[in-house]
């Protein structure tokens, strides 16, 4: 094998799976460094990606599309089979025995927040490389937080966003920094004084180094109707949040609404009315997506829960992302369980023709976590975690 | 008076044989005449030649089609290559079994096999089987899949070599590869603990 170019040493490095580069870097130096650089994770990235055309015979080999999944304060990368279906881990990671609350991924990078005593952390899987990132004061637990980057140099920045009453402190928190990952230090930006809300639960969306979230207009407490929705989205470039962006449909508070990510490239928004029988889930894909401007496509999936097994996915949960060749999306839930107080983590596999499949998750037992499944495209981006600290 | 002197089974086989031999006549007269020119290529129906020289002296002769199959050969021809083609890099019994590989992947005409799941799975079995052999003929293997470039070969080659590294320890890696482990105590435990970040099946 030493008598391989290194050409052809990395031909056949690129062929194993990203699980297991651990162990192929533990062998010697020269493949710690092979399994590490630019033109290796290119060649890594073309044989995974090997052709749309080639998913459903990898499938038929038990090669799933791989997603992200936060499970039970567990990071895992599972391997998603539509064809039978199953949902495997394939790979876990030891996180020095840290339990994770919530997870956002952004050009293979993933910023975590812990359980327990709530602390920030970017990651690179791909790399094995984290740094802890140290609040400028304190971590609020209201703050909202998320990854991206500016474009032109592709720096990397940290936001941190509350916008909250506290009933404790008896005041509202209103502030905005960010951390930049280069020079390992927070700025406050001053003029923040939004117009609008983002519920507790929601998530925001990474998509081509913004964020994006599902807002409402602030409104007096109490009042429910009449009060706008659109998506929101936090430029890393100019380092604002952006016009109100519409959506394909109205949502009042309560309603389940969750973003995805389809092809790093657009925005998927899923639909599910508050209200008992279980209504319509509905599914819609942009056709374009950037801070300032979007444009919806048609409707992608429209499933009606109520002859199926009327599931409503609570607004905490909904966490999805879709297949477009095989017109499904996969819903996580969490179910109730047997025995009681216990739930399972549930995927539900649904397609606007009536098809439905279930693949159990697990038991959960953490009754304040949801399950959440995020894209993952490995990237060769250093996380230098030897910086001192301010 | 000249047919009722012929028996009945010259009459039989005159017929039985006459779409044959008529179709000799013509294709001997075409050939003879060429009206049209490149007619008589397509009417005679083996392909062209192509002969290969190796670098211990071997000489090897196959058809275009498949020594098409190599990148390299196939640029050769078409920047009008005639005689015969030598690759240096390349030893007889190497050559001998990528010339093997050629032949079975060829695609003639028609749907190439990978559409045909059934003839895809076939052709898998046929790979796997091929692929049996020893370490250092593999090796050699790549090396000549790359050097003539051939895809499918540098797939297959490379795919087999990775599948066998993909269940071993670190340790039987080194081994079988004859890797000398080049880590200070300290530093394996440096790459282990950021291997605790990375998705690793065995957390």
């Known amino acids: 094998m030493s008598d391989l170019p290194r050409e052809m040493e990395e031909e056949v490095l690129s062929r194993l799976p990203v699980t297991s580069l651990g162990e192929v870097r533990s062998t010697c130096k020269k493949w710690n460094s092979i399994t590490k650089g630019e033109s290796f994770l290119k060649r890594h990235m073309c044989e995974a990606a090997e052709g749309a055309a080639k998913k459903k015979q990898k499938q038929r080999k038990g090669i799933g599309i791989k997603v992200v999944m936060l499970l039970e304060n567990r990071v895992s990368l599972m391997s998603v089979n539509l064809l039978y279906p199953s949902i495997e881990p394939i790979g876990n990671i030891g996180a020095e025995g840290v339990g994770i609350s919530e997870i956002f991924h952004c050009d293979g990078l993933f910023l975590c927040v812990t359980t327990g005593e709530k602390k920030l952390l970017v990651w690179n899987p791909y790399l094995g490389q984290r740094r802890w990132i140290e609040p400028r004061s304190c971590y609020h637990i209201f703050d909202r937080y998320a990854l991206g980057y500016e474009k032109k140099k592709k720096k990397h920045k940290v936001l941190r966003f509350v916008n909250n009453y506290d009933p404790r402190a008896k005041h509202r928190f209103c502030e905005l920094e960010i951390y930049s990952l280069d020079s390992n230090s927070w700025k406050v930006v001053d003029d923040f004084t939004p117009d609008w809300r983002i519920e507790l639960y929601q998530r925001g969306l990474s998509l081509k180094g913004n964020t994006y979230w599902y807002a409402h207009e602030k409104s007096s407490p109490g009042r429910t109707i009449g009060v706008a929705d659109f998506l929101i989205c936090f430029d890393f470039e100019t380092e604002r949040f952006g016009p109100r962006l519409p959506l394909p449909f109205h949502g009042f508070v309560g309603d389940t609404v969750t973003l995805s990510s389809v092809r790093e490239e657009q925005v998927a928004v899923l639909f599910q009315r508050f209200g008992a029988p279980a209504l319509t889930v509905k599914i819609w894909i942009s056709t374009k997506i950037e801070p300032n401007a979007v444009s919806w496509g048609s409707l992608f999936l429209a499933v009606d829960m109520r002859p199926l097994i009327d599931v409503r996915f609570y607004r905490h949960a909904g966490s999805f992302f879709v297949d477009e060749e095989e017109k499904v999306a996969v819903v996580l839930q969490k179910d109730k369980g047997k025995p009681y107080p216990n739930k399972h983590i549930t995927a539900y596999i649904i397609a606007s023709n009536g098809y439905l499949k279930l693949v159990d998750l697990g038991q959960s037992r953490d009754f304040r976590r949801c399950p959440l499944v995020c894209s993952y495209v490995p990237s060769s981006v250093p996380i230098d975690s030897n910086l001192l600290h301010h | ?203």
């Open chain 2, 1 to 203: 008076a000249f047919v009722e002197n012929i028996p009945e089974i010259y009459i039989l086989s005159l017929l039985f044989f006459s779409p044959h031999f008529l179709y000799l006549l013509i294709s001997v007269s075409v050939l003879t005449m060429d009206p049209i020119p490149g007619l008589s290529k397509l009417t005679v129906s083996s392909s062209k030649k192509i002969v290969l020289n190796c670098s211990d002296g071997k000489s090897f002769e196959i058809d275009e089609a498949v020594a098409r199959k190599s990148k390299l050969i196939a640029d050769m021809i078409e920047s009008g290559c005639d005689g015969p083609i030598p690759l240096q890099n390349v030893t007889g019994k190497t050559l001998e079994k990528v010339i093997e590989y050629c032949k079975r992947h060829v695609v003639e005409f028609g749907p190439s096999d990978e559409d045909d799941e059934e003839a895809a799975e076939k052709l898998a079995i046929w790979d796997a089987e091929f692929i049996k052999v020893d370490e250092e003929t593999i090796f050699h293997l790549i090396l000549a899949a790359n050097y003539l470039n051939i895809e499918g070969l540098l797939s297959l080659t490379c795919k087999t070599v990775a599948d066998y590294i993909k269940d071993k320890t670190p340790e039987e890696v080194r081994q079988i590869f004859g890797i000398e482990n080049d880590y200070t105590p300290e530093e394996e435990e440096a790459v282990r603990k950021e291997n605790v970040w990375a998705f690793d099946p065995n957390q």
